[in-house]
């Protein structure tokens, strides 16, 4: 079993609607979740960052964790076209943060 | 320039050949970071610098891969005997120092052995 698990998809969704993209893992010391953007041939862009539980806003982005669940959530609001790019989880220990653990995305097709 | 470049961008080799990956940092940042990512997977950690010593070389996955860093800047990752497993896109990372500080990429370097 992976360390981090994530749905690959493709999740395909009409322009306006809300998106929940979601992550689980085994690793109990994790204390450090990230969720990046990917567009196709590019580099992983970092979208939100969280430490430990709760949420976290940023315009259309939130991000939750619940770590009694072992599970974080990314949810966009007011999908565009544009949000269409595979989107990956990563999460670290805090004795080791900088040593991220990926999974493996999941992609995200926004339809006009 | 503004962000973290690697160069080649594609490199295709036959199968036994060395290859050397390079990457160009953000200027000023300590940290600099290589991952291999494959098809359908997340990335894979392989090595971290911070300035020119690897503190955590333990992602390499075998003796014919190796990195440096010079300068506290540039880093180069070196493939040898490439094997056809090793097709992957190679993406590297800074970050002005380790730990809580976001890691930005490049672009990656996507290399196919034939």
């Known amino acids: 079993q992976k360390e981090v698990e994530q749905d690959p998809g493709p999740l395909s969704v009409p322009e306006g609607a809300i998106v929940s993209l979601n992550c689980t893992y085994s690793n109990s010391a994790f204390q450090y979740f990230m969720w990046y953007r990917q567009y196709s041939r590019k580099g992983p862009e970092l979208l939100m960052y969280t430490y430990s539980s709760g949420n976290k806003e940023d315009g259309r982005f939130t991000a939750q964790v619940d770590k009694s669940s072992k599970y974080i959530s990314l949810f966009i609001r007011d999908s565009q076209p544009s949000d269409s790019a595979t989107y990956l989880c990563?999460?670290?220990?805090?004795?080791?943060?900088?040593?991220?653990?990926w999974g493996a995305g999941t992609k995200l097709i926004i339809k006009p | 320039g503004a962000g973290v470049s690697q160069s080649p961008s594609n490199k295709v080799t036959e199968k036994g050949k060395d290859v050397e990956l390079r990457c160009d940092p953000i200027s000023g940042h300590t940290a600099l970071y290589w991952y291999r990512q494959s098809l359908g997977q997340g990335l894979e950690f392989l090595i971290y610098?911070?300035?020119?010593?690897?503190?955590?070389k333990s992602g390499l996955p075998s003796d014919r891969f190796s990195a440096e860093r010079t300068g506290g800047s540039v880093s180069t990752l070196t493939i040898q005997r490439t094997q056809q497993e090793d097709s992957a896109v190679y993406l590297c990372?800074?970050?002005?120092?380790?730990?809580?500080?976001?890691?930005?990429f490049g672009d990656g370097t996507r290399l196919s052995i034939l």
């Open positions: 610098f911070q300035g020119n010593s690897a503190p955590d």
């Open positions: 990372a800074s970050s002005s120092s380790d730990g809580l500080q976001p890691q930005h």
């Open positions: 990563a999460m670290s220990e805090e004795d080791s943060n900088y040593q991220l653990i």
